[in-house]
């Protein structure tokens, strides 16, 4: 922009969990670039005439909300936030996303017709910018107009860093506390981020540091004595007891319990896989709101190790006599996707084996009938995740080797990557014995 001036605007959409600041970046470009700020959110709307305005034929006839906009800003440049744009609804009245084709395409929006108006009008010097949490729910043909940025979550030593320096002089000027009455130190940031939340971004940080310093304020103003330097014990006496304690979860050692990283739309998590066998007759049960694909890698992962049973160092007939059930704890939230296969076949292994996996370990990765290890996505947020929650040592297809790479070192430091191409490396790994 400094060299040219004025250019064709390029149409960013910006991708990411909730609350990593996709949003607030955008109003940080508009104030970056001195243009005017225009927000419009497009969550839920589904009225096609929303965007491209009634024909003035019709009774309460008006423009649409672009070119609505557009006029509040007075001005025909500006940053233009297109909310939330995973999130049009589409039905009888027409489809938002259609009438939006025509805002978004650099091509063609030098002459965006409005029905109200009746006349072209230049979009193209307008800065579009996008936000949405999930690609998998955009129109594919909006999704091949827009420039994608990844905005992934945010690792521990960032949210310290956002803590100290915006999050908590917010909030202490919100309660109306002088910087002094509330000191927080970095460890204790650190303990308040692990013990209290659980999140990509920082919104429920935010919340959490709000409540600390109203317990503070409340201090202050029944004028009660109180240590300034907060301590542990102060935010216990806040916010309740600990909400998340990894460390006690993840010692489970128990055989037929695997750690696997599961990728959301809000961002990376750690899912338990429990498989459980007895006296029976071969059945294999699947519990815990498990779709489709997930059930299809336990049956899978089940194939495999009949078909290997005697390297596995397995009875062949053990599997007449004994039904197998896998639970995925947590029913309520609907699972699915390929990624859980090896954590499927360590569960079952170690389950028929009567053998513990290794502590402190997550894994991720699709398998196949052969026995190999396919790469799956959303690397970053899956290690982002089980970093959170106290993961040491990460499995992963070699394939996805690079994804790992590409991640800063500080997000990773003190993790441990092992990296498979087999599944009998798997085993070999999460279990400690080997396959002949
Ligand atoms: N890097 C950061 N520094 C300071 N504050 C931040 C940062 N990232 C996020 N925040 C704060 O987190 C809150 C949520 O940010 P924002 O609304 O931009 O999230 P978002 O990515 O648009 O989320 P959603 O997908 O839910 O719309 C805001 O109050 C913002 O100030
Ligand atoms: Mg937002």
């Known amino acids: 922009m400094k060299l040219k001036g004025d250019m064709k605007a390029p149409i960013i959409c910006l991708v990411g969990p909730p609350g990593v600041g996709k949003t ?16 419009m959110s497009l969550g839920g709307l589904h009225d096609e005439s929303e965007i491209r305005g009634h024909r003035k034929t019709y009774i309460g006839a008006m423009p649409g909300r672009i070119l609505q906009s557009i006029k509040k800003a007075k001005s025909s440049n500006p940053v233009f936030i297109l909310d939330e744009i995973d999130k049009l609804g589409k039905d ?33 010097r307008v800065l579009f910018i996008a936000t949405a949490n999930s690609l998998s729910t955009i129109q594919p043909a909006l999704l091949d107009r827009m420039e994608i940025i990844d905005v992934s979550g ?43 939340t659980r ?13 600390v ?24 006496e806040a916010l309740g007891p600990i909400m ?37 007759k071969g059945k294999l049960v699947l519990t815990g709101n498990l779709g489709d694909v997930m059930k299809e890698s336990a049956t899978t992962a089940l194939s495999y190790i009949k078909a290997h049973a005697a390297s596995l160092g397995i009875d062949p007939d053990t599997f007449e006599q004994t039904d197998l059930h896998i639970h995925v704890p947590e029913g309520a939230i609907p699972k699915d996707g390929p990624s859980a296969g090896i954590t499927m076949l360590t569960a079952i292994t170690s389950a028929l084996k009567n053998k513990p996996v290794k502590p402190y370990l997550a894994m991720t990765g699709e398998i196949t009938l052969r026995g190999k290890v396919l790469p799956v996505g959303g690397i970053k947020e899956k290690v982002l995740a089980a970093r959170r929650a106290g993961i040491k040592e990460i499995m992963l297809c070699e394939d996805n080797r690079r994804h790992v790479e590409q991640i800063p070192m500080d997000y990773i430091k003190g993790m441990e990557f092992t990296y498979v191409s087999k599944m009998d490396q798997v085993i070999e790994n999460a279990l400690g014995f080997l396959v002949f």
Do not use: C
Request: charged share 25%.
């Open 24 to 39: 607030s970046l955008g109003k940080s470009i508009a104030t970056a670039l001195g243009r005017q700020f225009i927000r």
């Open 92 to 124: 009888f009245r027409g489809d938002p996303s259609s009438a939006l084709l025509e805002v978004l395409d650099p091509e063609q929006n030098s002459t965006f017709h409005d029905n109200y108006l009746d006349l072209d009008y230049d979009l193209s």
């Open 154 to 196: 945010y690792s521990l030593e960032e949210k310290v860093e956002i803590s100290k320096r915006h999050l908590v002089p917010k909030q202490a000027l919100e309660h109306g506390l002088k910087s002094d009455s509330a000191i927080l130190s970095l460890s204790l940031l650190q303990f308040i981020i692990q013990k209290y």
């Open 199 to 211: 999140e990509s971004g920082v919104r429920s940080l935010d919340r959490t540091l709000a409540g």
């Open 213 to 236: 310093m109203r317990s503070v304020a409340k201090k202050v103003a029944m004028s009660e004595k109180y240590n300034p330097k907060l301590v542990e014990s102060d935010v216990i």
């Open 244 to 280: 998340f304690d990894n460390e006690q979860y993840l010692k489970v050692d128990l055989p037929g319990v695997a750690v696997g990283l599961a990728w959301t739309r809000v961002g990376g998590d750690i899912l338990f896989i429990e498989a459980s066998s007895s006296k029976g």
